[in-house]
T-cell receptor
Framework: RKEVEQDPGPFNVPEGATVAFNCTYSNSASQSFFWYRQDCRKEPKLLMSVYSSGNEDGRFTAQLNRASQYISLLIRDSKLSDSATYLCVAYIGYSTLTFGKGTMLLVSP | NAGVTQTPKFRILKIGQSMTLQCTQDMNHNYMYWYRQDPGMGLKLIYYSVGAGITDKGEVPNGYNVSRSTTEDFPLRLELAAPSQTSVYFC?????????????FGPGTRLLVL
């Protein structure tokens, strides 16, 4: 079983829509979690960290459910510029991060 | 700060050739990483280093070698290039402090082995 699993998508949404991605992780010892954004042919960049209490950054909200071992990302009022691949990432320890394969989002006019 | 820089941006190799992918960071980060990303796939860890003189294997180390003689530099060596090594290679770094797991990535090197 993959350590971090995501629906690859693509998720096709119109501008202004709300879209949510989920991610599951298999290692209950995972210590911290992140969402990274990767534009086509570019490097991954940190979008936001995910805290147990949930956190919000503008139009983006991240949630962590340790009991069910899943992480979510909610994007409100989607913009064309939100089109990208969103990577779910877990820090399991031993100095390394584990990346999901990513969920592709396409926002259309 | 330039952050994490990688050279070259793109390279074509013939089977059996060797090359070194360069990675440099100017943030004084202790931890550095090499990943490869195949089309439609996630990032796979090749090697990492927690400080100068210390390196360790990741998930897919076969066919690669690394060294870490300075804090700033973490070159990745391909000794006998194979078509299976066609990929995009990303270098990343992070401070190594507790609670600071965020990694910062370089722009990547696209490698084509023919």
């Amino acid at each position: 079983r993959k350590e971090v699993e995501q629906d690859p998508g693509p998720f096709n949404v119109p501008e202004g829509a709300t879209v949510a991605f989920n991610c599951t992780y298999s290692n209950s010892a995972s210590q911290s979690f992140f969402w990274y954004r990767q534009d086509c042919r570019k490097e991954p960049k940190l979008l936001m960290s995910v805290y147990s209490s949930g956190n919000e950054d503008g139009r983006f909200t991240a949630q962590l459910n340790r009991a069910s071992q899943y992480i979510s990302l909610l994007i409100r009022d989607s913009k064309l510029s939100d089109s990208a691949t969103y990577l779910c990432v877990a820090y399991i320890g031993y100095s390394t991060l584990t990346f999901g394969k990513g969920t592709m989002l396409l926002v259309s006019p | 700060n330039a952050g994490v820089t990688q050279t070259p941006k793109f390279r074509i190799l013939k089977i059996g050739q060797s090359m070194t992918l360069q990675c440099t960071q100017d943030m004084n980060h202790n931890y550095m990483y090499w990943y490869r990303q195949d089309p439609g796939m996630g990032l796979k860890l090749i090697y990492y280093s927690v400080g100068a003189g210390i390196t360790d294997k990741g998930e897919v180390p076969n066919g690669y070698n690394v060294s870490r003689s300075t804090t700033e530099d973490f070159p990745l060596r391909l000794e006998l290039a194979a078509p299976s090594q066609t990929s995009v290679y990303f270098c990343a770094s992070r401070p190594g402090l507790a609670g600071a797991e965020t990694q910062y990535f370089g722009p990547g090197t696209r490698l084509l082995v023919l």
